[in-house]
């Protein structure tokens, strides 16, 4: 769905031509995967979580997780980061004030590390050594 793009990030913060508001897209380092099915998508995002030390994926969004479908409002999404404060965990259910926008977005975002970003026979190498899902 999107990959490499030359462009700022997607925070009303994000001032024009400063290098430190480029989108990591625009590194080669991210990619966003569209999906129709939310199943599959949920599918998606557990075998990323679970092989996130073996990719190396430093933080994967998906936009569209609801933490209560039942009360019938659409939800914040969630986020995965590598690395959070000590004694956060790794998945953060978002909410209306710390989010990574999208809302409701029907893809997932991940990002490389920089080193497995530039190496791609390895990544290859861990992409092809890990099992799928059936």
Known sequence: MGSFSNRMMNNPKAVAGDPKWLSVHATGRACDLGYKDRKDAVEAWDWFVLHADALEIEEIHDYAYDANVKDKVQGWGRGYR?????????????????????????????????????????????????????
């Open 82 to 134: 590598c690395q959070r404060k000590p004694g956060e965990k790794l998945v953060k259910i978002y909410n209306d004030k710390d989010n990574a926008g999208s809302r409701g977005g029907r893809w997932l975002h991940l990002e490389l590390s920089p080193a497995m970003a530039d190496d791609p026979e390895r990544f290859e190498a861990a992409w092809r050594s890990l099992p799928k899902p059936a």
